[in-house]
Protein backbone atom coordinates (compact mmCIF):
# COMPACT_ATOMS: atom_id res chain seq x y z
CA UNK A 1 0.00 0.00 0.00
CA UNK A 2 1.17 3.64 -0.67
CA UNK A 3 0.72 4.90 2.98
CA UNK A 4 2.95 1.95 4.42
CA UNK A 5 5.40 2.76 1.94
CA UNK A 6 5.24 6.38 3.06
CA UNK A 7 5.80 4.92 6.28
CA UNK A 8 8.48 3.09 5.53
CA UNK A 9 10.99 6.53 3.61
CA UNK A 10 9.78 8.53 6.77
CA UNK A 11 11.41 6.30 8.98
CA UNK A 12 14.05 5.86 6.90
CA UNK A 13 14.74 9.31 6.80
CA UNK A 14 14.89 9.69 10.34
CA UNK A 15 17.21 7.15 11.03
CA UNK A 16 19.25 8.25 8.62
CA UNK A 17 19.07 11.71 10.22
CA UNK A 18 19.93 10.17 13.22
CA UNK A 19 23.26 8.67 11.95
CA UNK A 20 24.09 12.19 10.70
CA UNK A 21 23.68 13.88 14.10
CA UNK A 22 26.44 10.76 15.95
CA UNK A 23 28.77 11.00 12.89
CA UNK A 24 28.54 15.15 14.21
CA UNK A 25 28.28 14.66 18.04
CA UNK A 26 31.14 12.40 17.85
CA UNK A 27 33.43 14.90 15.18
CA UNK A 28 32.89 17.54 17.42
CA UNK A 29 33.23 16.39 21.36
CA UNK A 30 36.65 14.85 22.54
CA UNK A 31 34.09 13.42 25.00
CA UNK A 32 32.59 11.11 23.66
CA UNK A 33 34.12 7.56 22.48
CA UNK A 34 30.84 5.77 21.69
CA UNK A 35 27.37 6.57 20.71
CA UNK A 36 24.81 3.65 20.84
CA UNK A 37 21.87 5.03 18.30
CA UNK A 38 18.53 3.05 19.62
CA UNK A 39 15.62 5.53 18.45
CA UNK A 40 14.48 3.71 15.85
CA UNK A 41 11.70 6.52 15.31
CA UNK A 42 10.38 6.23 18.29
CA UNK A 43 10.75 9.46 19.46
CA UNK A 44 8.45 13.10 18.42
CA UNK A 45 10.11 15.25 15.87
CA UNK A 46 12.27 17.87 17.83
CA UNK A 47 12.91 15.63 20.92
CA UNK A 48 16.25 15.32 22.15
CA UNK A 49 17.38 12.07 24.20
CA UNK A 50 20.98 11.78 26.28
Known sequence: MLT?????LISA???HQGKK?????KQESA????IDY???GHYE???CVF
Request: charged share 35%; hydrophobic share 40%.
Open 21 to 25: LIARI
Open 45 to 47: NGT
Open 13 to 15: RIE
Open 38 to 40: QAN
Open 4 to 8: DRIVD
Open 31 to 34: RISR
